[in-house]
């Protein structure tokens, strides 16, 4: 089951899958996280924070610098002018920085990746083994200076060698399995879209998939469309007119107004993030932010406990040191003037500013 899941992940990135996708997928996974409604106990409280930060913070490393302003206010607020300098204002991140500097000294990179649950930054080198012998330490070097230069002494370094990529070739059988199911889900999702709209349903996507590992119909409808369960028996009964078997099916909603400020702000975010948790005394273990509900709420994870006698005022440290970046006239173009909430967490899942 496992190497089909893999042949099955490798055939649809190759032939279905596309940054449009991603950005989908990207938002459910939000979505899901913000309307999900459990009772937990505090143990499992404190896990589920931890992994929500994790996760977006890793959604948002990878994204790039948008706007040039954000990078030059860098140099001009202190907590993060680590991660920038003046001159330095093209680079997109501390990751992209070091690949950057690594290539211009003719090292072989091929990757760069910032770990948070360890706090690591890493690079993968191209090459042979002999040449990875040869160069792994003065590149852990080079990156190890860079983040002294910048204070970022909470991150430690990562070399390792880029591994050989084998293709797996997907059987003819398991090919024409796949499409069979790729025609099934986009026909089912036609027939869904049309059905919706000819009725004056507002809806944005229903991207059906249909695999042997699920059955799943998740509708995407805009915030001022309130017919969802109108909206989720049509769909039930397309299905069961199909004579198909039982299909998990969830509504996301959707702010278009809230999908802009928050490609607006999640280069500000990237930046504060790097920085808050590149910075040991911070004690910063995790960054995440929603607009889901509004205003805007900034939630930033320490690893210090609610009892210790400086927690309230680290609380309050990295406080004022986020919004005065926020509050920065440089980064006016991309905060505008959303109202936002600043909440630093203990690890006891506390507020402590």
Same mark, same amino acid.
């Given at each position: 089951m496992d190497k089909m899941l893999k042949k099955m992940k490798e055939y649809y990135n190759n032939n279905y899958f596309t940054e449009e996708t991603s950005d989908r997928i990207?938002?459910?996974? *939000?979505? @899901?996280i913000r309307n999900k409604k459990v009772k937990m106990s505090i143990g499992k409280k404190v896990m589920y =924070?931890?992994?929500?930060? &994790? *996760?977006? #913070?890793?959604? *948002?490393?990878?994204?790039? =610098?948008?706007?040039?302003?954000?990078?030059?206010?860098?140099a001009k607020v202190p907590i993060l002018n680590a991660l920038f300098e003046k001159e330095q204002d093209i680079y997109p991140s501390i990751v992209g920085m070091i690949t950057d500097h690594l290539r211009t000294l003719d090292y072989n990179i091929v990757g760069g990746y910032l770990r948070?649950?360890?706090k690591k930054i890493g690079v993968r080198i191209g090459g042979t083994? +002999? /040449? =990875?012998?040869?160069?792994?330490?003065? &590149?852990?070097?080079?990156?190890?200076e860079i983040l002294q230069d910048k204070e970022l002494d909470a991150y430690h370094v990562e070399v390792t060698k880029e591994k050989e990529f084998?293709?797996? @070739?997907?059987? !003819?059988?398991?090919?024409? +399995?796949?499409?069979a199911y790729m025609q099934q889900s986009q026909k089912l999702e036609e027939e869904i879209l049309k059905a919706l709209n000819n009725k004056n349903y507002e809806i944005l996507s229903a991207h059906v998939r249909i695999n042997d590992v699920e059955k799943f119909i998740p509708l995407e409808i805009p915030v001022s469309e309130t017919r969802e369960d109108e909206m989720k028996q049509i769909v039930k009964d397309i299905v069961q007119e199909k004579d198909m078997d039982k299909f998990t099916i969830k509504v996301y909603k959707t702010d278009p107004e809230k999908e802009k400020a928050d490609r607006r702000w999640r280069p500000v975010i990237t930046t504060i993030s790097e920085g808050l948790i590149g910075m040991k005394e911070l004690k910063v273990e995790g960054?995440? /932010?929603?607009? /889901?509900?509004?205003?805007?709420? #900034?939630?930033?994870?320490?690893?210090v406990e609610s009892s210790d006698s400086?927690?309230?005022?680290?609380?309050?440290?990295?406080?004022?040191?986020?919004?005065? =970046?926020? !509050?920065? @006239? @440089?980064? +006016?173009?991309? &905060?505008?003037?959303?109202? /936002?909430?600043?909440? &630093?967490y203990s690890k006891d899942k506390e507020k402590i500013n």
């Open positions: 990207k938002k459910r996974v *939000l979505n @899901e =924070f931890s992994s929500v930060a &994790v *996760l977006i #913070i890793g959604l *948002l490393i990878g994204s790039a =610098f948008a706007s040039p302003t954000v990078a030059n206010v860098l948070v649950h360890d083994d +002999k /040449y =990875f012998n040869e160069v792994k330490g003065k &590149v852990e070097q080079e990156i190890t084998v293709r797996e @070739e997907i059987s !003819e059988k398991q090919k024409k +399995k796949i499409e960054v995440g /932010y929603s607009f /889901y509900p509004f205003p805007l709420t #900034i939630s930033i994870r320490t690893s400086n927690a309230r005022e680290l609380g309050k440290e990295i406080e004022n040191k986020v919004r005065h =970046f926020i !509050e920065s @006239e @440089e980064v +006016k173009e991309n &905060v505008k003037d959303d109202p /936002y909430n600043i909440n &630093v």
